[in-house]
DNA sequence: CTGTTAGCGCGTTCAT
DNA sequence: ATGAACGCGCTAACAG
């Protein structure tokens, strides 16, 4: 309950706190009995370093703010893999909290973590504004992803979504399929649109014409790509092939088809994109086109590590290493146009 | 960068230190023209009490730690959402650290917690021993899912997977199945073992020999599924049904089943445990033993704010909120046996 | 009602 | 090499 402190450990080990500290801290030399003696005290005691005072005293926190929408993502959790293996071995611990897709909670949430001294901030997803992500630069450094913003303290990094969503969609034109549909993404946000536009590009450069019949809105999540195809096949439109506008939709797809008498891949093609780690498990195996979402999450936490430690190194930070290119993964969802 | 502190505030709105604080926390009647003048000042230096300070002042964090063992493991993140929801407005934040199953790492992360001075530990999976809970828990009151202790700074809550086990089992058995296959958890896991002991007894009871050739090794993940399918199925022993560890081995084996060219349910009827949400949507959707996952993490949470408020409290709230039972959620992976 | 004073636990001068 | 003294930003006790 009570919590040794450096004195306690001082006391015990017969030196003064100031000589614990550099003991504790490495910061000076010290006579290898009185270290023995401290570093027995410290065990004796199970002693911790209150590191809310150790911040207080040197304006660090070793904390790192996160900000993601929902915990239960999939993609955010990956991309949380990779922050945490960038972490390892730094001292920095994330903090992660979560906005709900909700604009004012975001800020909230974000103004939390400045209170609580983070360090830096990294932003996984989210709609905060250039202008608040600029004003809350001011206190304290932020590397965000989906955005188009660097400044000496924001860093951010973007997925060149409308390129895979041409991808996606030449991938099934390919194989021979000229009725696609599209489930797109959140309404308002800026990788579904892009996605969206990438679908129209690849549709219009090979000759065909857009309908938009064949696109119905999803929500990024397996809800919306159940209701979507539900939708789809009510309308009577007919189509041979589905780009989903990321994996999760994908997986509600393979459900909503399924429930439609609809087999994958014989009926239809599904391609995802994201390239989730479930989707070597969903049934079938979905293709799609791969984002380095556990990559990005390494770059995004070593960006912000350089930004904290000094504006210098930064940028040879972000050059020395490029993040793979979008791919796609061929599996069992997508199979040639036939009939 | 500098933040403005209560000094900065007292001084522009031409107050004292104490009045700007007594204002920011309530905790005294201030002459209205000065409250105003502070909030203004807050206003105008974009100002926020540094959270660090003020714990070390006051000695609360307001800061939960919180050990899970994957970032990207569904059911800790089900869970974790019911502890979100629980803090809710109790000014209480999560800070979430990852074992990856390997006990020095886990006290290691545990220690990390206590070093960051959180009010309050919450375990949600892991194999920490007894020994050392009670230990930690002289630093700090610890809520562990888990367990079976329970002292005057460490509770435990427990799921009846022996129960659960054997619902399972017994469901299949009631649907006719006689050949019932179980893929087992984590080999030295706690619950994986009562699991299995379920699905035994169940067997027993309905005058059925345990085969030990039906029982094959999982991994409570998708891979252990697949895998332990396509072992089952290269030992040429037949089976209509099997009993999965937890949902997330049912995903796998729902793959593992159709790979091996097996439907489900025509083929081989399938039951999870856990019911964890992405169960509605896997395909087919999945027959689970449904337990409170989500209500789990909100009592956890209850629990743990009870034992930091005074343990007095405590003892009542945990009665006062029953977990609802474990329950059969009948979906599609499962049917009568036939033929 | 309000300002002054002190101290939370630590790291870091400054002397010695 | 080591101890004493100070201050990080804040709140609480004590005067007034």
Redesign the interface.
């Known amino acids: 309950?009570k919590?040794a402190t450096v004195y306690d450990i001082a006391r015990v080990a017969g030196v003064s706190a100031s000589t614990v500290s550099r003991i504790l801290t490495g910061s000076a030399k010290v006579a290898e009995e009185k270290r023995i003696a401290v570093e027995n005290a410290v065990k004796e005691l199970?002693y911790?370093?209150?590191?809310?005072?150790q911040?207080?005293k040197t304006g660090q926190?070793m904390t790192l703010g996160v900000l993601t929408q929902y915990?239960?993502s999939?993609f955010s959790?990956?991309m949380?893999?990779g922050v945490?293996k960038a972490l390892e071995g730094t001292g920095y611990?994330p903090?992660?909290?979560?906005g709900h897709w909700n604009p004012q909670q975001e800020l909230d949430r974000l103004?939390?973590l400045?209170?609580?001294?983070v360090d830096g901030i990294l932003i996984l997803t989210g709609h905060v504004s250039q202008q608040n992500l600029i004003?809350l630069s001011?206190?304290v450094p932020i590397v965000a992803a989906g955005h188009n913003i660097n400044t000496e303290r924001v860093r951010s990094y973007n997925v060149n979504s409308r390129l895979g969503g041409y991808m996606a969609t030449r991938y099934l034109l390919d194989l021979g399929h000229t009725q696609i549909a599209h489930i797109v993404g959140l309404a308002d946000q800026k990788d579904a649109i892009e996605r969206l536009h990438g679908y129209r590009q690849a549709l219009t450069s090979a000759g065909i014409a857009f309908d938009p019949a064949l696109v119905v809105q999803g929500d990024f999540c397996?809800?919306g790509g159940?209701d979507a195809i539900k939708q789809l096949v009510a309308s009577g439109r007919p189509f041979s092939a589905v780009f989903c506008a990321n994996d999760q939709t994908g997986?509600?797809a393979?459900?909503g088809l399924?429930e439609n008498g609809l087999s994958v891949p014989e009926d239809v093609s599904l391609i995802g994109f994201d390239d989730l780690?479930?989707s070597?498990?969903?049934?079938?195996?979905l293709t799609t086109v791969k984002q380095p979402i556990y990559e990005t999450g390494v770059k995004l936490a070593k960006t912000l590590l350089g930004l904290i430690e000094g504006s210098e190194e930064s940028d040879s930070i972000e050059l020395q290493d490029e993040l793979p290119e979008l791919t796609i993964v061929a599996r069992q969802s997508t199979r040639p146009f036939v009939e």
Not at 48 to 53: D, E, H, Q, S, V
Not at 280 to 285: A, G, L, Q
């Open positions: 309950m919590k199970d911790r370093p209150n590191l809310m005072a911040s207080l926190s915990l239960d999939p959790n990956e949380l893999r945490e611990v903090i992660v909290v979560s103004r939390l400045i209170a609580r001294r004003e001011q206190q397996e809800v159940r997986y509600g393979l459900l399924r780690p479930f070597t498990f969903s049934n079938p195996p």
